[in-house]
């Protein structure tokens, strides 16, 4: 598509459920990066792909965070036992390989009941 | 690992008059920098971005930049501000051997009529 691509905009789980957020990237575009921007904040980097590979997760904050990317498109970012701490719009982007052209996505909200 | 702030958390001015947003970047070496700009509920929009070259960037909407490596900073302007650019605007750094962007928090730009 046009730009990056996120589903669902919004999400409400429970504490304790699983939730999977997805990300298009636009076409082409080989790196692939997960941001979480919690309110009153700047983007906080989590995981960064580049092909199908996580080059680094550094910023992953625990084991119950998780993110793909089988075939070095879209990629799923899945969360574990949700906690209320997890509430926050987590955005995706992605930049050709050999460029830094950023660009994100509008994000998907989640909130943590 | 480089790093960036943002001094100012929120600046009000008045339309028409000039502005300037604040960033400093902590980097060992010549970075990549990036002002995107956030309105209420949307995504990161790319103002503009330093590679190399010329330290004084031009960007969209009437928007520039100055690198100024001595003081590590890389300071926003716009000669006449519109009430349409109240929004949020975050710098980034991007070290030259990785990939994975870093923001500061951010400052809040409110336009009075």
């Known amino acids: 598509g046009a730009g990056v691509s996120q589903t669902p905009s919004n999400k409400v789980t429970e504490k304790g459920k699983y939730v999977e957020l997805r990300c298009d990237p636009i076409s082409g575009h080989t790196a692939l990066y997960w941001y979480r921007q919690s309110l009153g904040q700047g983007p906080e980097f989590l995981i960064y792909f580049q092909g199908t590979g996580a080059a680094d997760d550094s910023g992953l904050p625990n084991d119950r965070f998780f993110a793909v990317r089988p075939e070095g498109s879209v990629s799923t970012l899945k969360i574990q036992r949700t906690e209320r701490g997890d509430s926050a719009v987590y955005l995706c982007a992605s930049s050709p390989r050999d460029g830094y052209g950023y660009t994100f996505g509008s994000g998907t909200r989640l909130t943590v009941v | 690992a480089q790093s960036v702030t943002q001094p100012d958390i929120h600046i009000t001015v008045s339309e028409g008059a000039s502005l300037e947003l604040r960033c400093n970047y902590s980097?060992?070496?010549?970075?990549?920098l990036f002002w995107y700009v956030q309105s209420p509920g949307q995504g990161l929009q790319l103002l503009l971005k330093y590679f190399s070259g010329d330290t004084l960037v031009q960007g969209i909407k009437g928007f520039e930049a100055e690198f100024k490596r001595s003081q590590s900073s890389f300071n926003l302007r716009k000669p006449s501000v519109h009430w349409s650019d109240a929004a949020e605007y975050f710098c980034a750094v991007v070290g030259y051997n990785n990939n994975d962007m870093r923001f500061g928090a951010g400052t809040r730009l409110t336009v009075k009529p």
């Open positions: 980097y060992g070496a010549t970075p990549y």
